[in-house]
T-cell receptor, first 113, second 115 residues
Framework: LAKTTQPISMDSYEGQEVNITCSHN???????ITWYQQFPSQGPRFIIQ???TKVTNEVASLFIPADRKSSTLSLPRVSLSDTAVYYC??????????????FGKGTHLIIQP | EAQVTQNPRYLITVTGKKLTVTCSQN?????MSWYRQDPGLGLRQIYY???????DKGDVPEGYKVSRKEKRNFPLILESPSPNQTSLYFC??????????????FGQGTRLTVV
């Protein structure tokens, strides 16, 4: 089971680009990297997923180097509503399970005016 | 609308009184799971199910039971709740297959207090 390490917290300002990096040194060949966002007292929400190189969708980009031992979630031009906890997950089993996705403690991102 | 629905949203109960938290999904997902979230401990998986009649323990299964008699429903049962089960609970579902399409959909959460 690949363990992930990400910063406990980060601060930024409205309009800035925010990059959150996650380390996953023992990622397995079949593992995908998935990021979730969670607001207080709400369930986590899927943001983006990737396997290698770069993935971009309407809310974020995910950069994954060739060795796949880390990944960076990039949020362009953040707003106050992006204040949330962001989780980096590594695994190949969608529902989780003993050998699937495990949520760490996440990164608490605080956006200031 | 694709969704995972949990009920109730809030529940206060007394020690030892059996309770069930229901979870239903309308996406025909095969995988379903239950998590609890506690301050400082993050999200921890309680039980998961890979299909009807197939369930298995997650990281913190003690004191909980689940059943999966139908694909859409995955209730969480606390036979004899104790105060240390006071927590915020989330149900999740996702498509089968692994690899791509591993987006998990979460319910709104159930805040349980056991006194």
């Amino acid at each position: 089971l690949a363990k992930t390490t990400q910063p406990i917290s980060m601060d930024s300002y409205e309009g800035q680009e925010v990059n959150i990096t996650c380390s996953h040194n023992n990622i397995a060949t079949n593992d995908y990297i998935t990021w979730y966002q969670q607001f207080p007292s709400q369930g986590p929400r899927f943001i983006i997923q990737g396997y290698k190189t770069k993935v971009t969708n309407e809310v974020a980009s995910l950069f994954i180097p060739a060795d796949r031992k880390s990944s960076t979630l990039s949020l362009p031009r953040v707003s106050l509503s992006d204040t949330a906890v962001y989780y980096c997950l590594v695994g190949d089993r969608p529902g989780g399970g003993a050998d699937g996705l495990t949520f760490g403690k996440g990164t608490h991102l605080i956006i200031q005016p | 609308e694709a969704q995972v629905t949990q009920n109730p949203r809030y529940l206060i109960t007394v020690t030892g009184k059996k309770l069930t938290v229901t979870c239903s999904q309308n996406m025909n997902h095969e995988y379903m799971s239950w998590y609890r979230q506690d301050p400082g401990l993050g999200l921890r998986q309680i039980y998961y199910s890979m299909n009807v009649e197939v369930t298995d323990k997650g990281d913190v299964p003690e004191g909980y039971k689940v059943s999966r008699k139908e694909k859409r429903n995955f209730p969480l049962i606390l036979e004899s709740p104790s105060p240390n089960q006071t927590s915020l609970y989330f149900c999740a579902s996702s498509r089968t297959g692994g690899g791509r399409d591993t987006e998990a959909f979460f319910g709104q959460g159930t805040r349980l207090t056991v006194v």
